[in-house]
């Protein structure tokens, strides 16, 4: 058994961790920690979750465990990856802190300086798909942003292929409220949120935005620029990213479509869809999928693609690389 | 005082027109029909509605209104307008049938031969912002589809400005489910909307595509093709079209704002956002305002713009556009 | 023209009353205060509320006005009512500061000694239709609470009629979110509300409590007991009283109803609901209507009542007491 | 492996089971039955369901399995009953077809005769935690409705104790919109149910009463008399039920609470909340727990009930029985 740690259990990420390791096959939870409810058990924050005892961070037993799952604020997490670390233990990420490869581009999105920049070069950016074999044996994973997870999954058969893409790419993003996390603020109160749907952060302003075409240049080395525009949904949880790709001559969907069979026909968690149909949250909520969509519009490419926020988007993944890490099953504990 | 007659009145659209000419100053209802609910009253269908008797179409006295709204399917509608117009009476129409100037498009979009081709020269496409000068006196009117409102109406000072815009025109919109209609569908079931977002027919293939590109050619003769895709919303009522102009060469606020300004700073129902606000459903429904954001990232303009499909999108324009055709106050039972 | 201030306007039942008073045909908005959002607008908080300054309460012309609405938490608005009657200027009470006639009981519920309770006796409980008689020139209404209202407009008929009641009456009532303000809290977060339903301070314990229970023994010296069960319901306004009262013997309906009919039949704002049509929200949110349903089920009558809480439970209410107040047409600006 | 076939399993219940059914350890699926979708998977029906294929039902083969599952309209399902047990196979019912025990009953509420009426007296009514002892190895269970498991539940240690409760019991009792069906209908439809809250069939109308107050009797032959009122929650699931329960003369809770410690302390899906907790959905979807909740009122106690209506009330408790009936593990397939 793989004796996990989970640092931040209270928030959405943490929780979600919490229901998937409990019935993973392979996995027993150590220990979780919370600074707002240390003392308590996370029964006290969720109805239906289980008497889990809740300790401070700082009392966590590090020498007991394998492997580390960090759901806390940035720069926190470097911060505990690096203590982590020090005790031998596994560290999967789940902030933004070691998403990144360039410490300049992290302080310029984060404002601060990265608490660990050493740690950059040999962290792994565990979008799993992409990542599988730097995984077996990783020291320290980051978990992909849950809109980067959603569009650089598309975007890899594409951008790997030999297509003639020209322009910005456009990504119109749309995210369920447990995306802004388990905080009250004027902005996910009930009344806000219900009836309405709104954008924010459109264009070149979004902290995933750098996190995405990182990925975009690692599948080709001349990327177009994104336009990434994320909505706030009135609904729980799941992404509908609507991607756009603009080709610079006629190609067909026989064409295209090759690339995503070859690269993703076998993949258990991505579900690429027939001619015809569309993504949608009903395809992938309280799932570790991705299901993929593709229309041809003129010389556009309109891809549809949907994940959960809090699995594919994030715990889910997380425990997606520790399997690989662990050289468990994949799929253990996510289906 | 102007007399009114509605046909159609316990569609979704129908029933909205009917709230705002109740609190119109200067017109009267005169009749009301539906094809399901003749012999019953308005108050049958919707718990607030008021006691309005509910006849046949076919028994419409149109020897005794001013003018009529058609809230029927498309052909239907058309058939009903040929009668009308036989009886002077000035014609609303809030379908399809007079929206495109050519039939063989109406043939291709909409299934069927269009039954009054000669009258489409001579219908008035009442975005009413823009045809303003075409509506006084007119004596058929077609009111502009929802999507086509939420998008027109931001492209109109765009594609008239002498801006290098390049490449396709992306518009993602969203719509609140009340769009779809009144009558029980799979996709419209309370299970299959709630929690789920989901895109349809995207791409080129929705019926208010040719729409719309009539409207951009309008605008601008060479205008670039459109890629138009609609989702569907978990919310009653609303429409967001999030709209993508790619320029060629470097732009700026400053350039592209007073273009907006220009043409839309007096305007009664045009809500023009300040920089950095962008446009949300929240900033529209229940009136017969557009609300318009500017957003530029890179070379791309993302224009955020927002609408009550029923409203600005169907029943308001309406009454909007009945108001100049009149000659009366255009903001008259709208504010 | 009657020139009202507002205290507390940036609430959601201060903007509710900026709406109904902006289309008041004999109001003036003189000012608005708020605490927070002094020196901007009110469309700062709200996107389509009007550019309306705000002032800080303190800073309010008393001098300049005919009546003040006061939308702040209780003792603040008994503090500012005291300043407002010595300036002459009539009150209308939102809070539940003047509700309760005895001092001691509001000691108890609201956990701090009444700050005015030489004002208790003269103020008048603006249930309107129940104190229709006391209201013309009153210097200081309180206006109901939301779920009183709701609870209080049905039982008035049924417990001044001589109809053998017995023991407790039971009112299950279910509330939109906006009865629990604008402040973001845990229990109003989006996530926590939508997909969910739950019941808060039931049986006997929350304020509202003793309010209902006075007006029952208004109408009734020796009314039975009340058990009041709070419900959140995942929508944004309304609320639905499901109430129970128990005859000791056979009563038919047609010996309950007339006394409903012989009361409220003449009402504006009562929808009296034929027999076998049930109460429900949609039958009056965004109006100032109180729909009442009446099914006999063995010895217990089972009364359905449904009201807006924010119009006739807060705002509307408040305007209907002005109308009378002031003597001008009781459904002014609320039809 | 138990060998299951699923009679109608394209609904909302038939698609849960087979979710269950497909964790379940030992269970396999035979075969799965349409009248609608025969033919094609249950993949065209759900997005994320497998590749099920979908049968005629008089295509089953039922001399292939040990047990099925009827999530059929009633009295169809009582004709496929007879079939299965003709061929030795163990009926789990999901309809209503055996849950009332007089075929007179049935007939008076169901507007037909029973279609067996010479099952009825061996049909075990499956509330599972009341019928442990006769469900081992029955040949027929009729699993309980949603509104009387949430219902019975919770009366049951009351009406077992020495209690003196008197009058009407209340049952105000709230669900989300799947117990309504996967059919289209005016009353479903996402813009009728949504921002909206309605009660129906209350009093003593809705089919679920009289199976109810059997239940009732069982526990005390002279149980008073039940007040019953559904209510549609816009959800998707989970039942809330809000019970009054009044005593003769006053009873205290460390009364009351032992009945129900006694009774359920180690029920593995009753979850008996501390005094001062109340149920709510989010205690209970998506999981096969009863949480109940105690709150004493004067003379009255006030009960709040939740399951999901899907899986304690339906398909879960189904699940439940069948692993009682086969002397498995009770929680199997469903923690």
Redesign the interface.
């Known amino acids: 058994m793989i004796k996990a740690g989970i640092f931040g259990a209270t928030g ?1 990420t943490g929780y979600e961790l919490v229901k998937i390791l409990q019935r993973h096959p392979q996995v027993e939870i150590a220990f979780a920690t919370s600074q707002s409810f240390a003392g308590q058990t996370l029964a006290a924050v969720y ?2 979750a289980p008497q889990l005892p809740l300790i401070l961070g700082e009392e966590a037993p590090l020498d007991q465990v394998d492997v580390v799952f960090l759901c806390l604020p940035h720069a926190a997490a470097a911060e505990t990856a690096v203590l982590a670390l020090n005790h031998q233990v596994t560290v999967i990420d789940l902030s933004a802190d070691f998403r990144l490869k360039d410490a300049d581009t992290y302080a310029a999105w984060y404002d601060k300086a990265h608490p660990a920049p050493h740690l950059l070069a040999d962290a792994v950016y565990g979008l799993t798909e992409f990542a599988r074999d730097q995984l077996p044996g990783a020291k320290l994973v980051a978990t992909p942003g849950c809109y980067p997870t959603s569009i650089l999954l598309p975007l890899r058969p594409l951008l790997t292929a030999p297509l003639p893409i020209t ?2 790419i ?1 990504a ?1 993003s ?1 995210s369920g ?2 995306g802004a996390g ?1 905080t ?3 902005g ?13 952060k ?4 979004h902290r995933h935005l750098p996190e995405i075409e990182q990925g975009m240049h690692w599948f080709r080395a001349d990327a177009p ?1 994104l ?1 990434f ?1 994320p ?1 706030l ?4 949880r ?1 992404i ?1 990213s ?1 991607i ?1 790709v ?1 080709f610079s001559e006629a190609v067909g969907l026989d064409v295209v479509r090759p690339y995503f069979t070859q690269m993703y026909a076998n993949e258990p968690f991505i579900h690429l869809l027939p001619d015809g149909e ?8 309280h ?1 570790n ?1 991705c ?1 993929i969509g593709l ?6 490419l ?1 891809v ?1 693609s949907a994940i959960d926020n809090l699995v594919k988007g994030a715990a889910g993944q997380a425990v997606q690389n520790m399997n690989v890490v662990f050289g468990i099953e994949e799929t253990a504990g996510l289906i």
């Open positions: 959405y109805p239906q322009g910005p456009i119109d749309k409220t447990s388990r009250p603020k004027a996910t109160h009930f009344i806000h949120v219900h009836n309405n749907f709104a954008p924010y459109i264009g070149r302003s620029a336009i525009s909505h949904l009135p609904v729980d799941g509908l609507t756009y603009n569309l993504a949608s949250l009903a395809h992938v909520t799932s999928k299901a229309t041809l519009a003129g010389n556009t309109v549809t």
